[in-house]
T-cell receptor, first 111, second 109 residues
Framework: ETGVTQSPTHLIKTRGQQVTLRCSSQ?????VSWYQQALGQGPQFIFQ???????GRGNFPPRFSGLQFPNYSSELNVNALELDDSALYLC??????????FGEGSRLTVL | GEDVEQSLFLSVREGDSSVINCTYT??????LYWYKQEPGAGLQLLTY?????DMKQDQRLTVLLNKKDKHLSLRIADTQTGDSAIYFC?????????FGAGTQVVVTP
């Protein structure tokens, strides 16, 4: 039990649609990161938020965006979904320089 | 560029030791991690090592770090069937984790 919860656990979308994934972090964890894990691969860093501001971004296009809220929740939004966006999306939260706690992930299938 | 590489598959008999190897490229990494992922689940942190250490032991787990060669290994003693999973090494650099592709460990009775 990591104290990080993600929703929904599974969802199916069609190409071109938009999706919002949600994450609830541990209280006090003011840093949240999102990772994409395609089938058979390791997680890839999407971006990180610290105190509601984007604080680092991986090699993902602008149609991947995020929000972080004062209540330790956050969102990952993906617009104009493509087939290759099918993956497990992992949220991780931490205090600065502390251990990352991962949620169980949201599995997105794009048809 | 940044890259973390692992062997893809390891088969081990129950009761034997498992050794999973990993190489990384970013010499500025501060921490190196080992995560375990079971089917359909998220990532479970197994252990980590600071970049200024060369060994860390935690119960059945031993992490060895050769910073000169940028080589990290995880040894699991007395491997059990419950250890069957995918194991990821990751380096922490510039506020993010860079993961390898994972090593699938299969434990046979």
């Amino acid at each position: 039990e990591t104290g990080v919860t993600q929703s929904p656990t599974h969802l199916i979308k069609t190409r071109g649609q938009q999706v919002t994934l949600r994450c609830s972090s541990q209280s006090g964890h003011n840093t949240v990161s999102w990772y994409q894990q395609a089938l058979g691969q390791g997680p890839q860093f999407i971006f990180q938020y610290y105190r509601e501001e984007e604080n680092g971004r991986g090699n993902f296009p602008p149609r991947f965006s995020g929000l972080q809220f004062p209540n330790y929740s956050s969102e990952l939004n993906v617009n104009a979904l493509e087939l290759d966006d099918s993956a497990l999306y992992l949220c991780a939260s931490n205090v600065p320089d502390g251990e990352l706690f991962f949620g169980e992930g949201s599995r997105l299938t794009v048809l | 560029g940044e890259d973390v590489e692992q062997s893809l598959f390891l088969s081990v008999r129950e009761g034997d030791s498992s050794v999973i190897n990993c190489t990384y490229t970013d010499s500025s990494s501060t921490y190196l991690y080992w995560y375990k992922q079971e089917p359909g689940a998220g990532l479970q942190l197994l252990t980590y090592i600071f970049s200024n250490m060369d060994m860390k032991q935690d119960q059945r787990l031993t992490v060895l770090l050769n910073k000169k060669d940028k080589h990290l290994s995880l040894r699991i003693a007395d491997t059990q069937t419950g250890d069957s999973a995918i194991y990821f090494c990751a380096e922490a650099s510039r506020g993010k984790l860079q993961f390898g592709a994972g090593t699938q460990v299969v434990v046979t009775p």
